[in-house]
């Protein structure tokens, strides 16, 4: 897709996930999405995510999803790969777009799959940058403010469609918008992607340089753990994320003993070093 296309020729699909938390190692539960050209929607997409665990009680008060409603749920690789044909050709729309993609980036690593390269734009930075001075840019405080309502209940779909309204609110408020290039956006609230970017939290100890390079290299680890059921026998994991909770540091990686993924206390590993076929 051109970025030099006029605004009212392209394809747009917001999209907002719910999730199990707040990081970008958390699971999704529910993906929504409305698929639009500006001043005209032409689809909408809603599906629960069977995230493989529970789901914590105080996520559940934020947006009602139990686990019985995703008992019977598709895993995430599968729900976001029909979310890609409903959105094939779109260009992305989020509201704090960065949470978002890097949720999905990570499901997708721990999935072992590709990413897609779509433009994604941001509706907070779009809104900074065409309508300055308002109080919050919160999705529910826009909402208000602009009138459009806030959506009735925390659910990924219709936070998908508060998206899309902030959204096109926001470029038509841009004088002679169906004249602007779509590069207009992109250079005012683009740059976030679906790139897997492993960060090491401040808490890493010294010595587990060899996960963050299995993680740059999607490669394997050999780990000897002081903890667990399978003793201090080395174990061969395939690291998914490294995350700081509860004042621990952890892995999450696939151990290749039962093709389970877990999160290790990286405090409990007594050595660990890359995996050499």
């Known amino acids: ?6 605004l009212p020729e392209v394809d747009f699909c917001a999209f907002d996930l719910e ?8 699971r999704i539960v529910e993906v929504g999405a409305v698929r639009f050209r500006l001043e005209a929607v032409h689809d909408r997409f809603s599906e629960l995510v069977h995230p493989g665990r529970s789901i914590p009680e105080v996520v559940i008060g934020i947006h009602g999803i139990t686990d019985t409603m995703v008992a019977g749920a598709a895993a995430a690789p599968e729900v976001i790969d029909r979310f890609f044909e409903f959105a094939d050709g779109c260009v992305l729309v989020a509201h704090n777009a960065a949470f978002d993609s890097g949720i999905m ?3 997708l690593h721990r999935a072992g799959l590709e990413p897609p390269e ?9 809104a900074r940058r065409f309508l300055p001075r308002l109080p919050s840019y919160g999705l529910g405080a826009l909402s208000r403010d602009l009138g459009i309502g806030r ?4 659910r990924a779909l219709e936070d998908a469609e508060a998206c899309r309204r902030i959204f096109e609110r926001t470029v038509l408020s841009v004088p002679e918008w169906q004249g602007r290039p779509l590069d207009l956006l992109a250079d ?3 740059g976030c992607t679906l790139r897997y970017r492993p960060q090491a939290p401040s808490d890493l100890p010294p010595g587990m340089e060899a996960i963050l390079a299995a993680l740059e290299r999607r490669g394997d680890v050999v780990v000897v753990y002081r903890g667990g059921s399978k003793g ?3 174990r061969r994991l395939s690291p998914v994320s490294v995350y700081s909770a509860g004042g621990h540091c952890y892995m999450e990686a696939r151990c290749h003993v039962d093709n389970v993924t877990k999160s290790f206390r990286v405090d409990r590993i ?8």
């Open 19 to 26: 999730t199990t938390g707040l990081s970008n190692f958390s």
């Open 105 to 107: 980036a990570t499901e």
């Open 232 to 234: 201090t026998v080395p």
């Open 270 to 277: 007594a050595s660990v070093e890359l995996w050499e076929d």
């Open 188 to 190: 005012a609230a683009g």
């Open 118 to 126: 779509p433009l994604i734009l941001d509706t907070i930075a779009l």
């Open 151 to 154: 959506p009735r209940k925390h």
């Open 1 to 6: 897709m051109s970025e030099h296309m006029l």
